[in-house]
Nanobody, 124 residues
Framework: QVQVEESGGGLVQAGGSLRLSCTGS????????MGWFRQAPGKEREFVAAINWIGSSTAYADSVKGRFTISRDNAKNTVYLQMNSLKPEDAAVYYC?????????????????WGQGTQVTVSS
């Protein structure tokens, strides 16, 4: 059974940093592609970043390129999202998601398993 759980959200000032973590089963983090999405109030859930099952390929939304870094440590069953230079528009609930397939994907409907989300708030 694929299960994921996010942690690491919180309140930061603009320009600050947070690192989100997503922990799940060994199967999830060794054989499935993982993604981070976010959803602000009244907005569609949007793609943030993704990483393939071995960590050799990553993808980012244009809005976060150069500021966010996705990585994974399969030995720890964990995927990370390092968020630097945070902006108020980054504020959202961030979700970790897993695919059954190993390759990265960009659409929320391409992911099969979701965590409950962790809130990121950025003050100006």
């Amino acid at each position: 059974q694929v299960q994921v759980e996010e942690s690491g959200g919180g309140l930061v000032q603009a320009g600050g940093s947070l690192r989100l973590s997503c922990t799940g089963s060994r199967r999830t983090f060794s054989s499935e592609a993982m993604g981070w999405f976010r959803q602000a109030p009244g907005k569609e859930r949007e793609f943030v970043a993704a990483i393939n099952w071995i960590g050799s390929s990553t993808a980012y939304a244009d809005s976060v390129k150069g500021r966010f870094t996705i990585s994974r440590d399969n030995a720890k069953n964990t995927v990370y999202l390092q968020m630097n230079s945070l902006k108020p528009e980054d504020a959202a609930v961030y979700y970790c998601a897993a695919r059954l397939l190993a390759g990265v994907a960009f659409g929320a409907n391409q992911y099969n398993f979701w965590g409950q989300g962790t809130q990121v708030t950025v003050s100006s």
